[in-house]
């Protein structure tokens, strides 16, 4: 695997957390020796393991957690560390994977390398006007399994 | 000067660029050699050094270019890499200053280490909720001159 695919596949774990809704998952996914930072959709930046996890905790626990996925992931290595720019597909609509009822958001995600591995430090999210049949659904990524 | 410091100058150089609509100025803030990234708020990610630089020549040439101002820097440093995080404030209305007028964006800003200089690589800015009565106007911070 090579070191892009590497990190895309942190990125897709990171994916894989939220969309399953799983607060251990996405615990394991941040790097658990180094500062977090986080900005969430319309939320002022946070700062810290504890604050950071905490915010992760609260949305994947409530009822409105939302069913999500990654698209046009694009990753850049800068020696220990990586920046993935990704699109956000919220499906709200009560018809699964109607794209009328989807929201986009545009995504930056950073990951430093820990070892063997790259684990978060920093995760940005915000509403982006993407045109839906841009995103890459069949393109070619890493599998996590 | 710390490396922190080195970075939030290298943050507070692109905020200069960007508030004194200095497309030069702009340029020199972006690292020469890197693959470069930006998501401007509403936009999909751009990549690359030609498409980035020419979204910030449109923007700074622009009659509409926003009066901007940079609150609640946070940076950490990641070995070569750093990341900034901060609330950038645009100033729309006809009174200067009114803070009632002014919209919030948070941002996330990615430096690379070249050299002596701490060279830009990414920048994602998005809406924020932010509670103006919190922004540190009187925060003590390196000075550009």
Redesign the interface.
Known sequence: MSEQDAVLFANQAFYAAFAGRDPDAMEQVWAKD??L?C?H?????L?GREQVLASWRSILSGNSAPRISCH?E?A?I????A?V???EVIESGVAQGERAQAQYL?A?N?F?RVGHIWAM??H???????DPR?LDDDAERPKLN
């Open positions: 180094r500062t930072t900005v959709p319309g939320w002022a930046p700062t046009q694009h850049v800068y020696g220990d560390c920046a720019t990704c699109i545009a930056t950073i430093v430090v920093h940005h999210a915000g509403p982006a006007n993407v841009t």
